[in-house]
């Protein structure tokens, strides 16, 4: 396949697509389903990890999302099926649903000890392939296979759309793209053909014709040139024809382009009607969102991409993306995520909110953009940062202006699922510029992007930041996040989760393996965390815990990186309890340091376990971002049953005084070991 | 050594945990997927559970000592438990827990504090009883002073 668009191009099958292929499931299947496992409770991965076992799959177990989806982007093809919990103190389970939709298209399963309605019809709406209620029984995992094939299948009918028209599996959508595929279908075909300069494409065609085609991956900038092109054609105007033509990706072809859009309508269509009733001032715009979304995400991510532009323009020109879309759109969320973005955020973005309502069309939108003083210069999209703090801040800023956005965040994330009409273009468009930056894990593909993006973005100049500020400024950063609070539900913001942790490692505490992680998820992370929760949400307490997490990664981080941290930390506040998060810190500081006292002089075997998770918990006790698990999470102080009281109340104390860094090994100070009976 | 009444004893003890209600089906589940790759299965999850579950406790027990409660943080702790504690089979805690939850919702503080000590002793007694069942001791967990006191071990 021709690689022009740089590392977003499309790949052919990728192993796990092999398997897809239809004719090559090996004998043996179920077994050796590849499946990762994700729960912050070690308890319930454990015993789910043996369950799977039992069951002949080849289980992956993680404990906390960021290092889930890190995995996942890693490793494309390693996985054939994702089971997550909804309740996760680093990331919202939809959310991570959603990321994994958009991003690598793998079937999730969700589960949780909530059986409610109304968290059930939430996987449904966020595209889980089921919803299991815990405590899980073996007999729900023996058939999670069903899934996976059932999406190959799927899949298999996208690609072998050409031409036609009619799929069984498609909804009414199949005839819309019907409309598409029959006026233009020779004529697309015949455009792209000429367009094509590299001989792949030809092969392409012609496999595609006759025999299966290698499945398209959407990645983020394929998305974002697709999300792009579609906002200036106009959502209601945006046939798979003229889409193929303004991408100008060779190899792609319009069936592809055309399947595509029948998801992304339906998204978008999700989208609307999930927040539909969140706000209500959203609910009668029109949807003439999409182009004004799309140059808005374009803008986003070029500057995202560049690394230069400040989270603050960023969040800016999203805002303002956002406040006309949503202005247009049907989406209350972007609406009011716009409103309160621009308030905190710039009062010249309020400039941009009022403008939301006068636009109805994309031409508006585009004029918005211009009105919208920004801060960002044309030429500064040139310039890429090569540094992962440039794409960690991208990220950030890029999170930070999907979270205004937030449509943003939830439209990408939706684009994994098969979603109709997307309102918010430039939610998309902004959440893929993150997502793009994490997974290609480098910045260079925003340099490539941003050049696509400019090149096909008719009024990048005019679009400026307003009052962008790097990412170092937190404050600013935070202040998103905190206005988006109200926007924000009460679960978990993916965004804050994911980047925070990383930045925060990155800041110096816990650079190892966090780096890595803030440069492929953790800029990605949080912007669709923020997007889909703005979207989607109200965040309630938000504020309050952006307040303490900032305290406390302020406290370690100097850089923007650091910046972006505490906004993503904030973020990852907003979906847990401050508190909680705080408090599991703090016990967890404490417990390492009993657990080193216990361990020492404690015969069980268990105690022997516990000082060796001890360890590694001491070690790197908050950003662990490893998968194991009883070492993360299990900060229980583990006493003999001989522990003598003084030494519990010693302990006691030591706990109430605050948590120190859980630095100590095994000398904890308040600690005296001799003291305590064997 | 002759073992059959040794066993005959550990079948009754488990067979009166779920008689009393102690453990419910889940616990069972366990049992089913201990083999010889894991011949300690159930035991580790337990004592894992009772670990990691420590923590919680810890910060139900720390947020009921700030006024006003805050029930929201309460309700996620304590979802957090349950989905644990269901896990294991532990259905008298569950049981609790669930109360706890409902309390919580209600905004009821009151409640949420007797149902916190109840839960607190069944916990306490599970552990008792599933230590001797599993004939080892499985370690303390990290409870606040007033817990231990409260807890009749």
């Known amino acids: 396949m ?10 052919t099958a990728s192993s796990s697509a092999a398997w897809k292929a239809g004719d090559v499931v090996p004998d043996r299947f179920p077994a050796g389903l590849r499946v990762l496992v994700v729960d912050d409770d070690p308890t319930c991965l454990m015993i789910l990890e043996k369950m799977l076992r039992t069951c002949l799959y080849e289980v992956t177990k993680c404990n906390r999302a960021e290092t889930a989806l890190s995995m996942l982007r890693e490793n494309k093809n390693g996985f054939d099926i994702v089971i997550s919990d909804v309740h996760m103190p680093d990331m919202d389970g939809f959310k991570l649903l959603e990321h994994i939709g958009l991003e690598m298209d793998l079937p999730v ?13 939430k996987g449904v709406t966020h595209g889980a392939c089921d919803y299991l209620i815990k405590p899980v029984r073996i007999e729900a995992l023996k058939n999670i296979w069903q899934h996976v094939v059932r999406k190959w299948k799927n899949e298999w009918k996208d690609f072998e759309q050409s031409g036609s028209v009619e799929e069984g599996d498609r909804q009414q959508k199949q005839s819309e793209d019907a409309d598409y595929s029959s006026s233009a279908n020779e004529g697309n075909w015949k455009s792209s053909k000429k367009r094509k300069d590299d001989e792949d494409e030809t092969d392409e065609r012609d496999d595609s014709s006759t025999l299966k085609k290698p499945r398209v991956v959407w990645s983020v900038e394929l998305h974002q040139q697709f999300v792009a092109a579609v906002n200036q054609l106009g959502i209601d105007k945006a046939v798979p024809k003229k889409i193929l033509e303004l991408m100008n990706v060779p ?18 269509r999700r989208l609307s009607g999930v927040s539909q009733h969140q706000n209500s001032f959203m609910s009668h715009q029109e949807e003439t969102f999409g182009p004004l979304s799309s140059l808005n995400g374009l803008d986003l991510q070029t500057l995202a991409a560049t690394g230069q532009l400040p989270a603050e323009s960023l969040a800016t020109l999203q805002a303002a993306g956002l406040g006309r879309s949503t ?19 710039n009062p010249k973005l309020r400039f941009g909110e009022g403008q939301q309502q ?129 926007e924000l539900p009460g679960n978990i913001l993916p965004l804050g989760s994911t980047p925070g942790m990383s930045s925060l490692t990155s800041k110096g505490t816990f650079q190892e393996d966090v780096n890595s992680e803030i440069k492929g998820s953790g800029g990605f992370m949080p912007s669709y965390d923020i997007f889909n929760d703005l979207n989607q949400h109200k965040p309630q307490s938000w504020e309050l815990q952006n307040v303490s997490m900032t305290s406390d990664a302020s406290q370690r981080s100097n850089s923007l990186q650091g910046n972006l941290d505490l ?65 993360d999470v299990s900060p229980a102080n583990l006493f003999p049953d001989h522990f003598g009281q003084e030494d519990l109340m010693s302990a006691l104390l030591k706990q109430q005084e605050g948590i120190a860094p ?15 009976p064997e | 050594m002759e073992r059959n009444p040794m066993r005959r004893q550990l079948a009754v003890m488990r067979q009166s945990l779920f008689d009393q209600g102690y453990l419910d089906e889940q616990f069972v589940q366990l049992e089913e997927l ?120």
Request: one cysteine or more.
């Open chain 1, 251 to 268: 190899g792609l072809t319009r069936e592809n382009v055309a399947s595509h859009l029948q998801k992304y309508r339906l998204y978008l």
């Open chain 1, 2 to 11: 021709n690689s022009n668009i740089g590392k977003g191009s499309m790949s």
């Open chain 2, 34 to 153: 201990q083999d010889d790759a894991n011949p300690n299965f159930v035991e580790e999850v337990v004592t894992l559970y009772y670990r990691d579950s420590a923590r919680l406790i810890l910060n139900v027990e720390q947020a009921l000592e700030r006024k006003p409660f805050d029930f929201n943080k309460l309700d996620g702790y304590m979802h957090q438990f349950k989905g644990s504690s269901s896990s294991i089979g532990a259905k008298k805690v569950k049981a609790e827990s669930t109360l706890f939850r409902e309390y919580c919702k209600s905004g009821n503080g009151e409640g949420c504090m007797r149902t916190f000590q109840q839960l607190k002793k069944e916990y306490a007694t599970l552990r008792k009883k599933l230590e001797a069942y599993f004939q080892v001791p499985i370690i303390f967990q990290f409870f606040s002073l007033s817990t231990l006191l409260n807890m009749c071990f």
């Open chain 1, 567 to 631: 906004t993503q930390s904030v973020l990852v506040q907003q979906g847990i309890s401050s508190g909680q998060m705080n408090g599991q810190n703090r016990s967890a500081a404490v417990v390492s340091k009993a657990m080193c006292s216990a361990g020492d002089f404690s015969e069980q075997r268990n105690a022997q376990n516990v000082n060796q998770h001890f360890n590694t918990l001491l070690v790197d006790n908050t950003i662990r971002v490893k998968s194991e698990i009883v070492a």
């Open chain 1, 109 to 121: 399963i969700m589960m949780s000890a909530d059986d409610g309605k109304h968290v059930v019809m």
């Open chain 1, 358 to 486: 006068h636009i109805n069309g994309n031409n508006k939108q585009i004029n918005l953009l211009h009105g919208i003083p920004m801060t960002m210069e044309p030429k500064q999209l040139v310039g890429l940062h090569h540094t992962a703090q440039s794409i960690g801040n991208v990220n950030m800023q890029v999170t930070s202006h999907g979270a205004q956005s937030g449509q943003n965040n939830s439209l990408l994330m939706q684009m994994g699922q098969p979603q109709s009409r997307g309102h918010i273009l430039n939610d998309a468009t902004v959440g893929h510029a993150p997502r793009l930056l994490s997974s290609m894990g480098q910045p260079i593909l925003s340099n490539g992007i941003a050049a696509n993006v400019s090149t096909r973005n008719r009024i990048p100049e005019n679009i400026r930041a307003p009052g962008y500020n790097p990412v170092s400024q937190a404050s600013s950063m935070l202040n998103f996040p905190m206005n988006h609070a109200s």
């Open chain 1, 327 to 345: 202005a247009k759109s049907g989406v209350p969320m972007a609406l009011v995520d716009q409103r309160n973005i621009f308030s905190f955020e």
């Open chain 1, 662 to 676: 859980a630095e100590n090994e095994f000398d904890f100070d308040g600690y005296s070991m001799d003291n305590i």
